[in-house]
Nanobody, 120 residues
Framework: QLVESGGGLVQAGGSLRLSCAAS????????MGWFRQAPGKEREFVAV????????YYADSVKGRFAITRDNAKNTVYLQMNSLKPEDTAVYYC???????????????WGQGTQVTVSS
């Protein structure tokens, strides 16, 4: 089970840190990704981190503003979001998979999502 937290309402230019806590199994050997879905749009890739934390990849739209990290001892992955823009408004989901990738189809486990709203 994956449970996201940390979403909320923030003004443009502000910051939020999302957390994704895993339970029920050990996800330390899984790649962990963050995706988001805005109303009327498809779910899109945001960032992914390898199981060791040694590799990270980002969507161009968030590169330089967002940072994904993980703490395997706590079975938790984080998404630090800085310089937020109104277009970052979406429901953010974390996911776990055995492959590092940006395609939602390669992920096996998903959280329920947390809403992030950025006001202008």
């Amino acid at each position: 089970q994956l449970v996201e937290s940390g979403g909320g309402l923030v003004q443009a230019g502000g910051s939020l840190r999302l957390s994704c806590a895993a339970s029920g199994r050990t996800f330390s050997r899984y790649a962990m990704g963050w995706f988001r879905q805005a109303p009327g749009k498809e779910r899109e890739f945001v960032a992914v981190i390898s199981w060791s934390g040694g590799s990270t990849y980002y969507a161009d739209s968030v590169k330089g503003r967002f940072a994904i990290t993980r703490d395997n001892a706590k079975n938790t992955v984080y998404l630090q979001m800085n310089s937020l823009k109104p277009e970052d408004t979406a429901v953010y989901y974390c996911a776990a998979g055995t492959v590092v990738g940006g395609n939602p189809a390669v992920y096996d486990y998903w959280g329920q999502g947390t809403q992030v709203t950025v006001s202008s």
